[in-house]
């Protein structure tokens, strides 16, 4: 398709619980950026992907985050024992390269940790 | 370091009126980009310039960059209220490896 698809929209765990969001990036698109931003600030970038292998995971916090992006699997990024500051929108995107193409955003997941 | 910083941060303007906003970035850069967030949704691409050109447009958007001064302006004419939105800048600048945004600017368009 031509829109970039998350899923849950919004997403609510206690404290210590696991979270995992999904991502279904462009057709064709080779690469899938994940960014977390808190309070409608900055956008920190966490991890990018060409196809199914780690580009750069250099802004994953080394401990409780992980993702994949599978073939013929939407992407995936999961939380291990939220933390109240892990509460932010995730947006996943996607590109034809890694920084010589725009990006396509999707509309994010809300994760409220409580 | 956080690579693109919008300046003004905030923005308020009557329908019709221009807008513009600036963003300058500290290191070399192979092309610099423009998004838009409405509230609540994710970010929208408006307009990719590279290095090597100085100005670009697209509808009532025009982009200047300026290398030798390491910043860029956006520029919307004639603005409506569907503009209301946060607009980002960003940069390749950050070891080539992911794009850098800005802090935002956030512009309300007054019917």
């Known amino acids: 398709g031509e829109e970039v698809a998350q899923t849950p929209k919004h997403l609510v765990r206690g404290e210590g619980q696991k979270a995992k969001l999904y991502c279904a990036p462009i057709?064709?698109?080779?690469?899938v950026f994940w960014y977390q931003q808190v309070l409608k600030n900055e956008f920190k970038f966490l991890i990018s992907?060409?196809?199914?292998?780690?580009?750069?995971e250099t802004g994953m916090p080394k401990e409780r985050f992980s993702a994949k992006c599978l073939p013929n699997s939407p992407c995936s990024l999961e939380i291990q024992a939220t933390k109240l500051e892990d509460s932010a929108v995730y947006f996943c995107?996607?590109?034809?390269?890694?920084?010589?193409?725009?990006?396509?955003f999707g509309s994010g997941t809300r994760l409220t940790v409580v | 370091s956080q690579q693109g910083e919008e300046d003004p941060q905030a923005l308020s303007i009557q329908e019709g009126e221009n807008a513009t906003m600036n963003c300058s970035y500290k290191?070399?850069?192979?092309?610099l980009q423009w998004y838009r967030q409405n509230s609540g949704r994710g970010l929208v691409h408006l307009i990719l310039?590279?290095?090597?050109?100085r100005e670009k447009h697209s509808g009532r958007l025009r982009v200047t960059l300026d290398t030798s001064k390491k910043s860029s302006s956006l520029l919307i004419t004639a603005s409506r209220a569907a503009d209301t939105a946060s607009y980002f800048c960003?940069?390749?600048?950050?070891?080539?490896?992911?794009?850098?945004f800005g802090k935002g600017n956030q512009v309300v368009v007054i019917p």
């Open positions: 995107a996607s590109s034809q390269s890694i920084t010589g193409h725009g990006y396509t």
């Open positions: 057709k064709g698109h080779s690469y």
């Open positions: 992907f060409q196809n199914e292998n780690v580009f750069d």
């Open positions: 290191t070399s850069i192979n092309n």
């Open positions: 310039i590279r290095s090597n050109e």
């Open positions: 960003a940069t390749d600048a950050d070891g080539n490896n992911r794009l850098a």
